[in-house]
Structures are given as structure tokens and as C-alpha cells.
């Protein structure tokens, strides 16, 4: 249980997963930080109730546009309009480990024959071999205790049933009732953004695409102070009646240090993204940080006593401090021009920008790309280590521009390109109501926090 309230308090202190991390890289990051002992700080592990006291539904309808402006017959219902049919009668069998298809069918008295017409249907039939544990097949039986029918969640949305017909064996694919209701949250920083964010009653999974979103304006682990506060609006996603999962954040406010970020997710020709009230994108050309850490060990400075060499030399970067193995990431879209080893440097990897950028990378236990290779923001490009001249696994990161050496930090990162013309008419039209809604949550979080001084 200790291993596993470690693990669940370390994944709530990663401040941000940039896009194209996979979750298995990073529950081999937390796992990693396990193994090294690294403590980033003790947060009440308890997982938030699906519906907090602070979390509010909210009964609106807020539709969708896309870029022509036609209005999408929303999928934000309150509830559904359709009418249940009742309950059909299911023997349902959860396949358990080592069992087998043919196991199961043999358990409710189906002969082999049957399962081998079954698997010879169609593609999708014959995917069933492929079954795992976990996975739950419905069964139906007639009068005489004979196959009738059966069913197979293809996918979160989707049943495939084979039904037992007087023409033999027929196979079709039917959507399950799938439909979204809109809740509101706020809450205010004391000490951390994930425990303001269990009192509002929201997942570690939501607090994390909250921070994902503000990640590019907002460094959540060295910016956030106390008074800090956040209003989203957002998803919950049910299934046949039954609360299935959280859905995505519609529209999101969060006050930093006084300054206020406001962020409304819209749907254009790039996909669903998120933009703020003028239509600029809240995501960057760079990440802020390449990488998940702990905590900065050296800063830029350019008169920096260096701690092996014995003398003063030019920092022209920042040290990240982290466990050896940590994931590093592209921190914006290029071509790597160097990829190799070297006494100091160790392993690292050079990547070219658009605009005379470069980033630099060293140090690196090893690496995952080659020279001449594309990569995207956010792609993992190596793993911190100690290799070179360094005296613990770090990541020495620098920001290039035009041959001159530029503080990380503090360097003004070009945006990505905004919304303009008619999507960016629709736009604002789409963010009307969210923001109308955002305003109202933080005029009540202004007077309760006036009311409480």
C-alpha cells in the first residue's frame, strides 16, 4: 500500500504531459522516481467522489460549431431524450485469467461447433480469440436452452451481436446509448493545485488536463502561490444511463499571481484544441520545460562557479534535476542536427527550429533519435542521465536564437498561429456562453473570497 500511495503522489506532482506521451512512459517515470527515493512532497492520496459538494451540474446546452459556422447538434445533454427499452434478460460471463472462449461457451452448454461458426462470421468475429481477461460476453438462450444470442463490447460505443436466425448466424454492430452532461467546479490554492482540486471534487485525471492546458503560461510547480483559483466547465460521460468516465474540459479560468488565463475548447480545422477569448492558441511553438521535474538545480547565468571545472564559467542553460531514465521531450517542432556523444556533453541531441532556434539537450543516459530526424513537439527524445561532465542525472537544457544563448525561463516563445476570418468569427460566437458562464464562477469566487477576509 506505501508503494502504491507513493506512486499515486508522484504521478499528482507531475506538472504537465506534454501531447504524445503515452501513459505507459509515464508510469515508467513514476515508477523511476519510486526506485531513486525521490520525495516531491505528501499529498492525502484519497481519490475525490464522482460528484464533490463542490462540483455542480450544470443544466445547459452549449453547442458546438465548426468552421462554417453551422450550429452541431450537441452532444452536452443533461439527459437523454430517448426512451429505454426495458432491461433484456443477459447471462453475462467476465472472462477470468487462462479461461478461453471455448471454455466459456462449453460453461453455458454451446458446443464447439457453434463457437467455430461464430469465429469463421467475419473479421470481427474471428478478433474474438483475442479475448482478455476482464472482457464481458452476454449470453442469451431460448426456450429449450439453445444459443439465441450473444453480445461483445467492441469498444466503449459499440456491441457486436451474433444472433441465431431461421437463415443461420448474423452478425451486426449496434451503438450503446452514449451522452454527456456538463458540470461546473472552482477552486482555490492553499497549498497545492491537487488538493484544491480534490476539494473541488475533481480527479487527479482532471487537475492534470486542467494544469495541461495552462502548462505553456503557467509553470505549475515554481509559479503556483496561495490564492491562486480556478472555474472549469466540463464533461461527464455516461453510457446506458451509467456514469462511464470524465469527458473533456469545455472552458477552464485559472488566476495566477493576479493574472488571469482563460481557455475554451473549440473545434476547427486542427481538431479540437484550446484558445483563449481572442482566439490566440494556448499552445506555444516550446514547451516551457522539456521534461517533467523535480526541482531546478542550476539556473542560466552566465557567471556560474562551476561546480567540477573548479572555476567560473557561462551556465548557458538551466539543470533539471531528475531521476535517472526521466523522459525528455522535443520541446517544439524540428529536425535534429546532432545526435551523438561526447566528454562533456555526454550523450545529447541538437534539434533546429523554424525562426534560427535551437534547443540543446545533454547529458542524456541515452538516445532516441537520429540526426536528420523529424520530431514534434512533446516526442520523447532521450532519457536523463549523468553521462559527460556531470555530477548527478540531471538534463542541462539550452535556448538558442540566432547563435546568442537566451534564458529558458524567461525567453518570450513564439505562439502558434491564431484563429482568423470565419473560424475565428465562429469562435467567439462558440465561447460566448462559456465565458458568460467562467464570469459568473469567478464573480462568486470573488465574493465568497471578499466575504471570508
Not at 492525502?44 to 462540483?55: E, P, R, V
Not at 523522459?327 to 534539434?351: E, K, L
Amino acid at each position: 500500500m506505501k508503494i502504491r500511495a507513493t506512486l499515486f503522489r508522484l504521478i499528482r506532482q507531475i506538472p504537465r504531459i506534454p501531447p504524445g506521451i503515452n501513459q505507459t512512459r509515464l508510469a515508467i517515470f513514476a515508477i523511476t522516481l519510486i526506485v531513486f527515493g525521490v520525495a516531491l512532497g505528501g499529498l492525502d492520496i484519497n481519490s475525490s467522489k464522482q460528484d464533490a459538494a463542490y462540483t455542480n451540474f450544470v443544466d445547459l446546452e452549449l453547442p458546438y460549431r465548426d468552421g462554417t459556422g453551422q450550429a452541431i447538434e450537441s452532444r452536452l445533454q443533461a439527459t437523454t431524450n430517448e426512451t429505454l427499452s426495458p432491461a433484456e434478460e443477459w447471462q453475462l460471463v467476465e472472462v477470468k485469467d487462462g479461461e478461453s472462449l471455448d471454455t466459456i461457451f462449453r460453461a453455458q452448454g454451446f458446443g464447439a461447433g457453434l463457437l467455430h461458426n461464430i469465429l469463421a462470421l467475419n473479421a470481427e468475429t474471428r478478433n474474438l480469440k483475442k479475448i482478455r481477461p476482464g472482457d464481458i460476453f452476454g449470453f442469451q438462450s431460448d426456450v429449450d436452452g439453445d444459443f439465441s444470442r450473444m453480445r461483445y463490447s467492441l469498444d466503449e460505443s459499440n456491441f457486436l451481436y451474433i444472433d441465431q436466425t431461421e437463415d443461420g448466424l448474423n452478425v451486426s454492430t449496434r451503438p450503446r446509448q452514449i451522452s454527456s452532461k456538463i458540470f461546473e467546479a472552482k477552486g482555490s490554492i492553499d497549498s497545492s493545485l491537487f488538493l484544491a482540486g480534490k476539494a473541488a471534487g475533481l480527479s487527479d485525471a482532471m487537475v492534470m488536463k486542467l494544469a495541461n492546458i495552462f502548462g505553456w503560461d503557467i509553470d505549475f510547480v515554481l509559479d503556483i502561490r496561495a490564492g491562486d483559483h480556478f472555474n472549469l466547465i466540463f464533461e461527464k460521460i455516461y453510457r446506458d444511463g451509467e456514469y462511464l468516465r470524465e469527458g473533456e474540459i469545455l472552458a477552464a479560468t485559472f488566476v495566477n499571481q493576479g493574472d488571469k488565463f482563460q481557455a475554451i475548447r473549440y473545434e476547427a480545422d486542427n481538431g479540437s484544441q484550446y484558445y483563449g477569448p481572442d482566439g490566440r492558441h494556448m499552445r506555444k511553438a516550446f514547451l516551457r520545460a522539456p521534461l517533467n521535474f523535480s526541482y531546478i538545480s542550476s539556473s542560466f547565468n552566465p557567471r556560474r562557479f562551476h561546480p567540477i571545472l573548479k572555476r567560473v564559467t557561462a551556465h548557458n542553460g538551466i539543470d533539471y534535476r531528475a531521476p535517472t531514465g526521466t523522459p525528455v521531450y522535443a520541446a517544439g517542432d524540428g529536425r535534429v542536427i546532432t545526435s551523438a556523444y561526447s566528454q562533456y556533453n555526454g550523450h545529447h541531441v541538437f534539434i533546429q527550429h523554424a525562426n534560427s532556434i535551437v534547443t540543446k539537450y545533454l547529458h542524456f543516459t541515452n538516445r532516441t533519435v537520429k540526426k536528420g530526424q523529424k520530431v514534434s513537439q512533446g516526442e520523447v527524445i532521450g532519457y536523463v542521465g549523468s553521462t559527460g561532465l556531470a555530477e548527478a542525472p540531471h538534463l542541462h537544457y539550452e535556448f538558442v536564437i540566432n547563435g546568442a544563448h537566451r534564458n529558458p525561463r524567461t525567453v518570450s516563445l513564439p505562439p502558434v498561429q491564431p484563429l482568423e476570418g470565419n473560424f475565428l468569427k465562429t469562435f467567439k460566437l462558440h465561447a460566448a456562453p462559456y465565458l458568460s458562464q467562467l464570469n459568473r464562477l469567478e464573480s462568486a469566487s470573488m465574493y465568497a473570497i471578499t466575504r471570508t477576509k
